[in-house]
């Protein structure tokens, strides 16, 4: 038998809590995909021409939400002439300002 209670339960909430609990699971998914990739983009690196410096904190908006993470800095020294740059970064294309996933775009 079913208690109803004044405490009662709206289907829009259940909805509501599930969007949030699938959207954080996908963040954290994300998350994870980019650190594997991170970990063997090190891995495979130029040892001659990169050295890795530290990590830094990005947040990219995305159709999850806000993704926050960190990936590596490299030095990179050609020629003589050296420059910050994030593998991660150019492996995924992502060489643009603000920080946006481009599927929120389209």
Known sequence: ???ITKNEIKF????EKMWKKKMQEGLDELKDQ???IDNQLLKDK?????EVKD???TTIKCKFGDLEFYRRRYKLTKNG?????YL???YLELG???QYSNVLWM
């Open 81 to 85: 002439k050296a420059q910050m740059i």
């Open 1 to 3: 038998m079913i208690n």
């Open 12 to 15: 829009n909430d259940l909805e």
């Open 46 to 50: 130029n040892n001659k021409e990169l």
């Open 55 to 57: 990590f830094q904190k």
């Open 34 to 36: 980019l650190r594997r």
């Open 88 to 90: 991660l970064d150019i």
């Open 96 to 98: 643009y300002v603000g």
